[in-house]
Each structure stands twice: as structure tokens, then as C-alpha cells.
């Protein structure tokens, strides 16, 4: 086969992907930066539920601490991950670093997994040896309702940024600390029927947090995932279509797709009429690369191009 009939994203101009790297670095940068400062955030939270938890005796409040210890975890992970996955692509990258933003993402499920088991044991070992209730005041209630209204305020900046930034990690996190409101809502309920006379509630909400916690996780697994797993990023079927529709192709096949949402790749085999000339089949190439890109939203698009005759 001749070498003409083969054309990739080598033979572009490497200035036609500076800004798009650029723009990524300047993403990257803007993630950290919000996650630096909610990391700051989470361990105040944390400090005031171990003190809240501590006084009042309360399995419910430690358990909020340690969900919320795990937002703190996760902020580091978080940072250290996207510190890799800025790193623009090189030889031995050649698709970039982003995955290790995802992995990050997946690493944090995982946190939580261990938050929720964490949780129902030490929920059942209260509800089996009968531990003594807790004791909240009016005053502990009211610094764990400002927390949650804290992370409230988190969670939507976070969930924000991330579909602004395209971030897993952001739009995973925010998941978390949304989570976090949840199980600090939990609490106030368990600590308010404790009040009222039911000394069990305490636990039994901690098990309704454990289910809260392990639903966010599960969540998390699903975007991550398929993306770990190189589950193809868009329909075939449409990329049939779209390359298909470029003037001068023939017939498609071999089409292959990776990545996230609005960053895959995809690479595709078009046949072209053996008569056709390599400057006008390098410009039908283009034009599938261009289109393809285009209306499925693909960080970048590769095509082979081979006469039919030969198939």
C-alpha cells in the first residue's frame, strides 16, 4: 500500500494544537486553585465535627467527621492527580495525561466505600452492645447546621466550576461534599429524635448515612468507569454517518473512539475511488477529521485513508 494512502495527525502543523494545550494548562491550573482552597475548607469542618462529636458523644457526628476527613483525602488525591494529568502529551503519552484526572475521580469512590463500611460497623456495634445515647445542646446543633449550610455552598460552586472546567475530579468531589450534606442533615435528625427521647436514632441514622454515602459512590463509578475501561466515547453509528456525508468517501470502517466527554479521540478508515489524487484525498481526510470533531464533540480525530479497490 502505498505511504500516501495513510494520513494521521502527525502531518499537521504543530501549531494547530497550541492553543487547545494552552487552554487545557489553564484549566488545570484553575481546578487546583479551587480545589487548594476547598481543601482549606474541609479540614475547618473537620476540626469543628471532631469537637462537636467529641463533647457530645455522638457516633453520628464522628461518622459526618470522618466523611468530611475524606473530602479533605480526596482534595489531596484530587491535587496530586491533576498535577499529572496537566502534562501535555509526549512520546510516551501520546494521548495525554487526562486519565489521571479520572483515576483520581475513581480513587475517591473508593474513599467513600471505606466511609460507608466504616460507618455501618460502628452503627451495629452501638445498636448491639447498647451503647449510652449522646447528649447534644442546643448550641452543637446549631454549629453543625452552619456546617452543612457550609458545604451546601461548597458543593454547588464545585458542581459550577466542574461543568465549566469539564472536570471529573470537580464534578466528582462536588458529589462527595454533597453527599457531606446529606449525612450532616442525617445527623441534626438522629440528634433531634435523640432529644426527644429515642436514644437508638443516633445509630440507626448512621446506617441511612452509610446508604447516602455508598449511592454517591456508585454515582462516581459510573462517569469514571467506562472511561478507565476505554468504552468507546461516542456512537459508531454516528461517526458512519458523519464521515460518510464528506464528498468523495466511499465507504467507512475500522472506526474506534476512547476518552471522556468532550475530550475522546476517534480514528476511522475511509475508502476513497483509486483514481483520486493524495493532495485531494489528503483534503477529503481533513475534511472527515474536521467534520467528525466537530459535530461529536472530539478532542481529536484521525483518518486512514485507502483506495477501494483494494477491499
Not at 481546578?31 to 462529636?53: D, E, H, P, S
Not at 475500522?254 to 484525498?281: D, I, K, M, N
Amino acid at each position: 500500500m502505498s505511504a500516501w494512502w495513510r494520513k494521521s495527525a502527525a502531518v499537521r502543523p504543530p501549531a494547530t494544537r497550541r492553543p487547545r494545550e494552552w487552554g487545557d494548562v489553564e484549566r488545570q491550573r484553575r481546578v487546583r486553585r479551587i480545589l487548594f482552597w476547598i481543601l482549606w475548607a474541609n479540614l475547618a469542618l473537620v476540626a469543628v465535627k471532631v469537637a462537636v462529636g467529641w463533647v457530645i458523644g455522638s457516633l453520628s457526628v464522628l461518622g459526618d467527621a470522618a466523611h468530611s476527613g475524606t473530602d479533605a483525602l480526596n482534595n489531596v488525591i484530587a491535587l496530586t492527580a491533576i498535577y499529572f494529568a496537566a502534562a501535555p502529551p509526549d512520546d510516551t503519552h501520546p494521548y495525554g495525561h487526562g486519565k489521571f484526572e479520572t483515576l483520581g475521580a475513581f480513587v475517591i469512590a473508593g474513599f467513600l466505600s471505606i466511609t460507608c463500611f466504616e460507618l455501618l460497623r460502628s452503627a451495629a456495634l452501638r445498636l448491639i452492645r447498647g451503647a449510652p445515647p449522646p447528649d447534644p445542646g442546643t448550641t452543637a446543633m446549631i454549629i453543625l447546621a452552619g456546617t452543612m449550610l457550609v458545604n451546601v455552598a461548597i458543593a454547588y460552586y464545585e458542581r459550577r466550576r466542574g461543568r465549566e472546567y469539564r472536570s471529573e475530579l470537580l464534578i466528582a468531589d462536588a458529589r462527595h461534599t454533597q453527599a457531606d450534606v446529606w449525612v450532616t442533615l442525617a445527623v441534626l435528625a438522629g440528634l433531634g429524635l435523640v432529644r426527644l427521647g429515642w436514644g437508638q436514632a443516633d445509630a440507626v441514622l448512621a446506617v441511612l448515612v452509610a446508604v447516602v454515602v455508598a449511592h454517591s459512590g456508585y454515582q462516581i463509578l459510573r462517569r469514571t468507569v467506562p472511561v478507565l475501561v476505554d468504552q468507546a466515547a461516542v456512537d459508531p453509528s454516528r461517526v458512519y454517518e458523519v464521515a460518510s456525508a464528506v464528498e468523495g468517501v466511499e465507504s467507512v470502517w475500522g472506526v474506534r473512539s476512547r476518552g471522556r466527554p468532550g475530550e475522546g479521540f476517534a480514528e476511522l478508515t475511509v475508502r476513497v475511488h483509486p483514481a483520486t489524487q493524495v493532495r485531494q484525498a489528503h483534503a477529503i481526510a481533513d475534511e472527515v477529521e474536521r467534520r467528525v470533531a466537530a459535530e461529536l464533540n472530539l478532542e481529536d480525530v484521525v483518518v486512514h485513508v485507502e483506495p477501494s479497490e483494494l477491499h
